[in-house]
């Protein structure tokens, strides 16, 4: 993974310096509350429900176990011994002490991490693929430009004050695992017909308010113009995005009133004028690649017979390797997802104790390297398939076992009402009752591979507008509703869920999702047809017809 230079190191040790002395000039009284307001932001700072979030930083997704030891050690010292992994890959605490924030930031500065633009009106945290190097349908590696992205975003002092956040997402794969049709930029690594590497851009991708799928602005882009033309887009929006409404404010709604055509002209215009002055070489490219070297991998002996028996000794074991491990690109070796949706735990918590000890399972099974995913989970990459027991049996006396990835169970969770000031209804509990009501294992691997999305606003930070089934919670007078939506996809056949019908009310909705799941199995042409080829089939009809027989 990538080194900080020590221009890197030095840079973050003066914004964590700054930071300090804005915080204490504000604590005694030298700057007002909506000047704070600004610089806290830029420093991954919010102010929840009960106590300050700070939001911290993981590049595309990608931890070393020194990191994870300080993320741990964070937990026990500054919060309540836990954290919460978001979907955009970072991780969250949501009980620091506003005046203790600058020692965390110093302490997160020590294992070359930060906050810096993990909130406010700005270049947001890169992402992609969780799988990027070990897939084997990827093109090449990600994450080398993920990291040039990120080099170059970082403290941009033209696009410090955007008119509204923005996010990239970057994707090699045939499978897109990194949801780049709703980004505000979508980068694809593409080959065009004489075999060179380049990049398909699509622009004006977001949830939220106003879900959009991004539109292809750029087929193919060479190398060496890929900062250039991602700058020529960011001075675009900057100009001409929308600062009268918040709402109306991202990207995806300036190239939805002006056209994609125009957009693309105005881009184009602006990027002759510099793109012969910031090209990307070829030296930078490869010197950013060699941070990115393949493992000491050990060729792979092609004896399984251990593991196989235990797979065919152990059913136990078995749905945990079928559900919560995939194919690795290398003979030999096996992604492991570390799932964070324990039935009784909120989903993407994950403790102190926990991440200490998967600090030590990443440097005994995995290089000592960890990933976060867009759902909410880690991933244990270049685990060797005779070890893969091993390392399950120390995940399952961590709780970190739960054999769920890809089921109903899997879901994606923000906070709700239970930190989030923005909130109008919870959301940990009502996932806490649809894993009570969904708790045969058999019951959910018959169903198949399902993805709920529940938001407890209409911010949308979980995504409910992409979920198969999505959970949007709303307030009708003070009492927390939930609307649902089926079909929904951030895949490659990207989709906005369908509206069911009206809210229900929150004791209603665990069972409305049983109702909906039981109509999937009714209407189903096979054990082979999955969710969303049935809602596409059937239309929701059915499903509604089901939910609302008896409100």
């Given at each position: 993974?990538?080194?900080?230079?020590?221009?890197?190191?030095?840079?973050?040790?003066?914004?964590?310096?700054?930071?300090?002395?804005?915080?204490?000039?504000?604590?005694?009284?030298?700057?007002?509350?909506?000047?704070?307001?600004?610089?806290?932001?830029?420093?991954?700072?919010?102010?929840?429900?009960?106590?300050?979030?700070?939001?911290?930083?993981?590049?595309?997704?990608?931890?070393?176990?020194?990191?994870?030891?300080?993320?741990?050690?964070?937990?026990?010292?500054?919060?309540?011994?836990?954290?919460?992994f978001s979907t955009r890959q970072n991780v969250q605490f949501n009980w620091p002490a506003l005046e203790r924030v600058p020692d965390i930031l110093a302490e997160?500065?020590?294992?070359?991490?930060h906050a810096i633009q993990t909130s406010g009106n700005c270049m947001r945290n890169t992402t992609t693929d969780h799988l990027a190097g070990v897939c084997s349908d990827e093109l090449i590696?990600?994450?080398?430009?993920?990291?040039?992205?990120?080099?170059?975003?970082?403290?941009?002092?033209?696009?410090?004050?955007?008119?509204?956040?923005?996010?990239?997402?970057?994707?090699?794969?045939?499978?897109?695992?990194?949801?780049?049709?709703?980004?505000?930029?979508?980068?694809?690594?593409?080959?065009?017909?004489?075999?060179?590497?380049?990049?398909?851009?699509?622009?004006?991708?977001?949830?939220?308010?106003?879900?959009?799928?991004?539109?292809?602005?750029?087929?193919?882009?060479?190398?060496?113009?890929?900062?250039?033309?991602?700058?020529?887009?960011?001075?675009?929006?900057?100009?001409?995005?929308?600062?009268?409404?918040?709402?109306?404010?991202?990207?995806?709604?300036?190239?939805?009133?002006?056209?994609?055509?125009?957009?693309?002209?105005?881009?184009?215009?602006?990027?002759?004028?510099?793109?012969?002055?910031?090209?990307?070489?070829?030296?930078?490219?490869?010197?950013?690649?060699?941070?990115?070297?393949?493992?000491?991998?050990?060729?792979?002996?092609?004896?399984?017979?251990?593991?196989?028996?235990?797979?065919?000794?152990?059913?136990?074991?078995?749905?945990?390797?079928?559900?919560?491990?995939?194919?690795?690109?290398?003979?030999?070796?096996?992604?492991?997802?570390?799932?964070?949706?324990?039935?009784?735990?909120?989903?993407?918590?994950?403790?102190?104790?926990?991440?200490?000890?998967?600090?030590?399972?990443?440097?005994?099974?995995?290089?000592?390297?960890?990933?976060?995913?867009?759902?909410?989970?880690?991933?244990?990459?270049?685990?060797?398939?005779?070890?893969?027991?091993?390392?399950?049996?120390?995940?399952?006396?961590?709780?970190?076992?739960?054999?769920?990835?890809?089921?109903?169970?899997?879901?994606?969770?923000?906070?709700?009402?239970?930190?989030?000031?923005?909130?109008?209804?919870?959301?940990?509990?009502?996932?806490?009752?649809?894993?009570?009501?969904?708790?045969?294992?058999?019951?959910?691997?018959?169903?198949?591979?399902?993805?709920?999305?529940?938001?407890?606003?209409?911010?949308?930070?979980?995504?409910?507008?992409?979920?198969?089934?999505?959970?949007?919670?709303?307030?009708?007078?003070?009492?927390?509703?939930?609307?649902?939506?089926?079909?929904?996809?951030?895949?490659?056949?990207?989709?906005?869920?369908?509206?069911?019908?009206?809210?229900?009310?929150?004791?209603?909705?665990?069972?409305?999702?049983?109702?909906?799941?039981?109509?999937?199995?009714?209407?189903?042409?096979?054990?082979?047809?999955?969710?969303?080829?049935?809602?596409?089939?059937?239309?929701?009809?059915?499903?509604?017809?089901?939910?609302?027989?008896?409100?």
């Amino acid at each position: 993974m990538y080194q900080y230079t020590e221009k890197d190191q030095t840079l973050i040790n003066e914004r964590v310096a700054q930071y300090r002395e804005q915080t204490a000039r504000y604590l005694d009284g030298q700057i007002g509350e909506d000047e704070f307001r600004a610089l806290r932001l830029m420093n991954g700072l919010y102010i929840q429900t009960h106590a300050p979030m700070l939001r911290v930083a993981i590049p595309y997704g990608l931890l070393s176990s020194n990191q994870v030891r300080k993320l741990a050690s964070i937990c026990r010292d500054y919060d309540k011994g836990y954290c919460h992994f978001s979907t955009r890959q970072n991780v969250q605490f949501n009980w620091p002490a506003l005046e203790r924030v600058p020692d965390i930031l110093a302490e997160l500065a020590e294992v070359q991490m930060h906050a810096i633009q993990t909130s406010g009106n700005c270049m947001r945290n890169t992402t992609t693929d969780h799988l990027a190097g070990v897939c084997s349908d990827e093109l090449i590696d990600p994450r080398p430009y993920c990291e040039i992205i990120r080099q170059w975003t970082t403290l941009h002092p033209e696009f410090a004050y955007l008119p509204r956040k923005f996010k990239i997402a970057v994707s090699s794969s045939l499978t897109d695992r990194a949801a780049t049709q709703f980004h505000d930029i979508g980068v694809h690594i593409v080959k065009n017909d004489a075999g060179e590497i380049g990049f398909k851009i699509l622009v004006g991708g977001g949830l939220g308010r106003t879900p959009v799928i991004g539109q292809v602005i750029n087929p193919f882009l060479e190398q060496k113009h890929l900062l250039s033309y991602l700058e020529a887009i960011l001075r675009v929006y900057n100009l001409h995005g929308r600062r009268d409404n918040k709402y109306k404010a991202r990207i995806k709604i300036l190239v939805r009133e002006t056209g994609l055509d125009k957009i693309r002209e105005m881009v184009e215009k602006e990027w002759l004028n510099i793109r012969d002055e910031m090209p990307l070489s070829k030296e930078r490219v490869n010197y950013i690649k060699s941070h990115f070297t393949a493992p000491a991998y050990e060729i792979s002996s092609a004896d399984n017979s251990s593991l196989n028996q235990q797979l065919k000794e152990n059913a136990d074991f078995t749905r945990w390797y079928q559900h919560n491990t995939a194919t690795h690109k290398i003979d030999g070796y096996r992604n492991v997802f570390v799932s964070l949706k324990a039935p009784d735990s909120p989903p993407g918590d994950i403790t102190d104790v926990q991440l200490d000890a998967l600090a030590e399972l990443a440097e005994t099974y995995s290089f000592g390297e960890i990933r976060s995913t867009h759902r909410q989970n880690l991933v244990l990459a270049d685990v060797k398939l005779e070890a893969v027991f091993e390392l399950w049996q120390k995940l399952a006396a961590l709780k970190l076992a739960t054999p769920n990835i890809g089921t109903v169970t899997d879901m994606i969770c923000c906070p709700g009402l239970d930190f989030c000031s923005l909130a109008n209804a919870g959301s940990i509990g009502v996932a806490k009752e649809i894993n009570e009501k969904l708790d045969d294992l058999d019951y959910l691997y018959d169903i198949g591979e399902i993805k709920i999305n529940m938001s407890g606003c209409m911010n949308g930070c979980a995504h409910q507008s992409v979920g198969h089934i999505g959970i949007l919670g709303v307030d009708k007078k003070g009492v927390e509703w939930y609307q649902i939506t089926l079909g929904g996809s951030s895949e490659n056949e990207a989709a906005i869920g369908d509206r069911l019908g009206p809210a229900v009310r929150k004791d209603q909705i665990a069972d409305s999702i049983c109702d909906i799941l039981d109509v999937y199995l009714q209407q189903r042409d096979s054990s082979e047809e999955v969710f969303l080829q049935t809602v596409k089939r059937v239309g929701i009809e059915p499903f509604k017809a089901k939910v609302y027989e008896n409100h």
